[in-house]
């Protein structure tokens, strides 16, 4: 039985993304991945929810998990991130119009494909972000398209009808692959791919592109559209969110399993050794672990001595955990 809602205190809630990973050089790695903190948190919980879907869902399992976690119900590709961003900022029109996420970005024209680079990693600054931004919004504003400057730079939100009901890919699932699978391809989108196109024309010629490829950096040369739709009726009530770590997303994108197996040694020593320490004491502890297809959330139980005795002997270890995912 799990912990009731009673409990004196919340429990302390951590989302891991990336923590298991299909791709060759993280799977690699596993069988030596030695995590003992985890080892012993997991041993003191169990599975309350098994979140399993493909892996080319466009919501990825940590972004899914994080939803439920908010009191957020929406379909696959539909999770409201850049209508919830808005009604943080009291933007107008955050409660009951439809919003996206615009994240500048470069794609990389190959021989046969397009690659989404990863945005995170372009070094965007705030007067390239502002410089684009203005040259960007009469292009927008002609599709019925509002758009908003954030405080990350390269990060805009957009309002528009075009948004609701529209499906698009976060871009954790589609960065380092083909782009064709990902990018949404019905007759509703239709007029956010011309206005990508022309995007990307805008793009080509300006002077942040020419400066940025002077410095050795990579052109922004297009940008990708997520977080879409629009708030549910009621919206949901403001809660604690849940601590989200991204220090694997890195290595797990690049398929790095040298740095992705040193970056779980430094969350097994860190946030994981915390949450043990803190289950120890008796505090409710909430882990959920993500990967590619499965979001897997680990809670406390109450065993009897007879179970508590034998769950010391029926240790999982924490590689075949996270294969699973």
């Known amino acids: ?12 809630a951590l989302i891991l993304p990336f923590a298991g990973r299909l791709t060759v050089a993280c799977r690699a790695v596993l069988p030596a991945l030695q995590l003992p903190r985890l080892e012993a948190l997991l041993a003191r919980l169990a599975v309350q929810d098994d979140d399993v879907q493909d892996d080319d869902t466009l919501s990825p399992p940590h972004e899914r998990a994080l939803a439920r976690a908010l009191g957020v119900q929406a379909g696959d590709g539909m999770l409201p991130w850049a209508a919830l961003e808005a009604q943080r900022a009291d933007l107008p029109g955050a409660q009951d119009a439809a919003w ?6 470069h794609w990389q024209v190959g021989m046969s494909e397009v690659v989404l680079g990863d945005p995170a990693r372009m070094a965007i600054e705030s007067s390239e972000s502002d410089a684009l931004l203005a040259a960007a919004r009469p292009f927008f504003e002609e599709d019925g398209i509002a758009l908003f400057a954030t405080a990350r730079p390269g990060h805009w939100l957009a309002r528009s009808a075009l948004f609701d009901g529209l499906a698009t890919a976060s871009p954790d699932r589609a960065i380092g692959q083909p782009l064709a699978q990902w990018l949404p391809m019905s007759d509703a989108a239709r007029p956010l791919r011309r206005l990508q196109n022309e995007m990307q024309m805008l793009l080509y010629t ?12 990579l052109p922004i040369n297009s940008f990708w559209l997520s977080g879409t739709g629009r708030l549910p009726a009621p919206p949901p009530a403001p809660a604690a969110p849940p601590a989200v770590d991204g220090s694997l997303r890195d290595a797990a994108l690049q398929d790095d399993g040298e740095a992705w197996a040193q970056a779980w040694q430094a969350l097994d020593a860190g946030p994981i050794a915390d949450l043990l320490a803190r289950s120890r004491r008796g505090e409710a502890v909430i882990l959920t672990l993500c990967g590619d297809r499965v979001a897997q959330r680990w809670a406390p139980v109450r065993r009897g001595l007879v179970q508590s005795f034998l769950s010391r002997f029926a240790r999982q270890r924490p590689s075949s955990v996270l294969e699973q995912l």
């Open 1 to 12: 039985m799990s912990l009731s809602p009673g409990d004196a205190s919340p429990p302390h």
């Open 100 to 105: 996206g996420r615009v994240t500048l970005c």
């Open 206 to 217: 300006t002077r942040v592109n020419d400066e940025r490829t002077a410095r050795g950096l």
